[in-house]
């Protein structure tokens, strides 16, 4: 199969709009829709901007981590910090903590650790011995926002850099719009609004399929850890990443279309900003109701 561009042999086959690529179209291809991304997510306004990003060290954070510093490295209004989250689940987060650990070493990035057991002195493996109510993604994912933020503020970040790829941000979007969820559908990143609670959070991977990041990572040679959390199995997530993979099979570029209805939505409500963060009755932190999803975790 040869490339569309050129007389090189393709490597991947875009079937969203019809091309074959091969390496360097297929690089090129990766990495303008991170540029473009990169350029409508940050405001650059001569200051120093301090981007702090979280790397769990699966391949779509490696990927985020590497192309931060392959854009941005050069520009001296730019400071990189990379960071993981350490959920507690053995078997699991080591192998991409020391990925995360290697990747940022390469790239001399400073990079540091946040740990469930010292933040909140419990890990994923105790609360899902425990038969705590609920899967444990709808537990872990409350608990990781809350340290991606505390993390971010530590580091007096301006933005936090999350590896949220197409797939996974139409998976959420489709979730949110089958809950009836328009307020979550409304605060989901990239975030523009500013606010001393919350850092607000790009997704510069958000027009990038999973299976091409993973190729870029390969190709790219980047360091990173091919294991699955090991209770992913019981995610809700799984049954709309099923739904869209079969449409986007029938209909290629659905993902993107889906992308595109959430930005039209916003767009058309005129919120662009997110909505308001309040404050959190017991830790203080950022929350849309009167305690955070965490303190309730914590007290259950």
Known sequence: MQCSFCSGKAVFEARYNGTNLCREHFFQSVEKRF????????????EKTRIAVAISGGKDSSVLLYLLHKTLSERHDVELESFTIDEGIKGYRSEGLKSAMELSR???INHRTMSFKESFG??????????????PCSRCGPMRRKLINEASLNIKADYVALGMNLDDYSQSVLMNVARGDLERTLRMAPHRKIDNLMIPRIVPLRRIYEKEIKLYAILREIPHDAGWCPYSEAAQ???????LNELESVSPGTKFSVLNFSEALRTAIHNDQGL??????VCGGPTSESICQTC???EA
């Not at 540029?35 to 001569?46: A, H």
């Not at 419990?122 to 899967?135: N, P, S």
């Open 35 to 46: 540029r473009q991304e990169l350029r409508e997510q940050i405001k650059f306004d001569g």
């Open 106 to 108: 390469n790239l001399s």
């Open 122 to 135: 419990l890990e994923m493996d105790g609360i899902v011995k425990g038969g705590i109510e609920g899967t």
């Open 237 to 243: 997530r799984n049954k709309f990443r099923d739904i």
């Open 276 to 281: 308001p963060v309040g404050k959190c009755s």
């Open 296 to 298: 309730r975790l914590i």
